[in-house]
Structure formats: structure tokens, C-alpha cells
């Protein structure tokens, strides 16, 4: 069956870990119109701490160009409280992840648009109006020189809060910023007759990360936290083995024994999909020999010093991926 097949991810805020995690934004591929005639025939996808790159390979099997919709959709952006500490790789307010694509070599002129919701309703133009970014981090300096008989309606309309802090010159009340941001990329892409087309995209992914693992920690045995660790990243008996080794020895020396990056990609079935993708390769690169890197997947395999791949056929995926990085603290 001819198709033409894209990631369409769900867009959400991992939620940290503990106190002194920051949460990752969860991210995928691009997005297409369904067009029977054109198929994807290979992906190819890479994953690292500092970088995601994909390659896609399509082929237009009719007798005429065809020109269709082609999108990135951004993560959600969603501060609920002060104590959020969502990471996001660029001070970009559009281009927050460095997003850049390409076709055939050539570099892919591309637009976006950007909406704000609150309690489920658009409020993109109201916020225009008032000349507040759309960003809720750029945001809370211009929403604090609104005037206060604006405040009370951003609040009811839940765009906004109250809080309340103090730096240094006694308890100051601020009005912060609450909405939620939506941002997608998009281009229209010709897909050549009879011909095969490559379409690049790299991004700088957003990394969550704890000072400290719970694995290896007897606490989390006792607990349902390192099984759902197990479920998430998979690691083997031999890694466990070798993590609560490290962890009594670090106990012994009062250090830490690791500290942990992560990093959510949305891979799993959605409604855009229409059957398996022909070749699919995933690359993991854990950056340093030293790092112990873990995902989820059959058939993985070591291929250098930093990185482990899989490769399958007809591939259709069941889960996401979510890798987790082990690194040794700075001593």
C-alpha cells in the first residue's frame, strides 16, 4: 500500500522527578498530509544529548509533482506554578528547540504560527493587543506594566496569577503568566514526479535531568519507582548489577554515583499513521564512552564506542522512546 507517513506526536511536559529535577519537553518528527501517492521508504533517526536529527527518504510514484503540507509541531509550552522548571534549549521565543530542515540539500524557508489557549479558548489576539509576547517565559515583565484593572480579567480568563515574592526589597505581588503556547512550523513541500526526495530536519532536543538516580537505591526497590523505571528504559540485569554496584561504593565514599539526562521522543502509532514504516533506523549516541546510556528496543546493537543502534523493517512502532543517560557527577 503506497502512503505517505509522518510523526504526529502528543505534545507534553514530562513531569520532574523530584525537587531537583527539571523536566523534559517531549518531541518527534514532522507531520504530513496523507497522500497515497507517495510513500516514506526509509527513516532514519538519531538521538543525542545535544542534538536530533532525522532523515526521511520519499519517493512520488505518480506522473505529477504534488505539493502538500509539510509540519513540525513545537512542544507545548505550559507553566502552571513558580516551582516548573520546564528545559528549553534556546532563548529563540519561536525557534525554541533550533529547529532547521532541508530538502534535497537545500535549505527549507519555513513559517510559523503561534497560538495561546487558556482554559481551552484561544487567546492569541487579546495578548497581541495588550503587546504581551506570546511566550509565557518572555512574558511576566510585560504583564506586570499592564494596568491593575487589566489584571483581574487576565486572571479569570486564566492567562494569569498572582504571585507573590520577595527579592530583597520586602513581599512584592507580580502578575505571572499562565497560558499555554502552541507553535508549529510549516512549509509547502513539492514532492517531484517519479522521484526520490530527502528531507532533513535537526533540532537541539530538551533534556531533563536529576542531580542524583534513584536506581541503585534501596528506597526505590521498595517502592514502585525503579520499576517503572524498568518499564520506561529497560536496562538489563548486567547494568542493574553494575549501577548498584556503583551506588554502594559511592554510599562508602559519601559522593554521588551518577546523575541523569533524559530525553522523551514521541514515536508511537497516532491517527496520521497508515502502516509501518518500510526502513527504520534508530541511532543513540550517549556522547562520552563513560556514560551509560538505556532505552527500550529489539535488537539494539553497539556500534562504536558512544553509540548503540536499531534496526527493523516494516516497522511499526508500539511505544515511545525515551532514553535515559547515567553520568559520573564532576568530582
Known sequence: MKR?????????????????????????????????????????????????????????????????????????????????????PTDDPENFLGFHTTANGQAVPVRVEQKAFAQGIERTVLLRRLHVPLHPRAANAALDRLPHELWDELIKLGLAEISEFDVGKGPEQHLVARWTLKSTYYWQQTFPAGQELVIDHRYTPSVGSSVETPLGEDWAKENDTES????????????????????????EAQTIPFSEQRIEYILKTGANWEGPIKDFTLT????????????????????????????????????????????????
Open 228 to 251: 517503572r523505571y524498568e518499564q520506561r528504559y529497560c536496562p538489563d540485569p548486567k547494568l542493574m548489577a553494575a549501577i548498584e554496584k556503583a551506588t554502594n561504593a559511592a554510599k
Open 4 to 88: 505517505l507517513l509522518g510523526f504526529l506526536f502528543l505534545l507534553i511536559a514530562a513531569p520532574a522527578l523530584a525537587n531537583d529535577s527539571t523536566a523534559e519537553l517531549a518531541t518527534g518528527g514532522l507531520k504530513f498530509l496523507t497522500n497515497a501517492d507517495i510513500e516514506m521508504r526509509s527513516e532514519d533517526l538519531f538521538v543525542s544529548l545535544t542534538q536530533i536529527r532525522v532523515r526521511y527518504h520519499f519517493f512520488n510514484t505518480s506522473q505529477k509533482d504534488i505539493t502538500t503540507l509539510v509540519a513540525f509541531p513545537m512542544p507545548d509550552i505550559t507553566i502552571d506554578n513558580n516551582d516548573d522548571v520546564l528545559i528549553i
Open 284 to 331: 543513540v549516541d550517549k556522547g562520552d564512552a563513560k556514560n551509560i546510556v538505556s532505552f527500550c528496543g529489539d535488537g539494539i546493537k553497539k556500534i562504536s564506542p558512544t553509540q548503540f543502534q536499531l534496526h527493523a523493517t516494516d516497522f511499526m512502532p508500539t511505544q515511545d522512546l525515551y532514553v535515559l543517560f547515567l553520568t559520573k557527577p564532576p568530582s
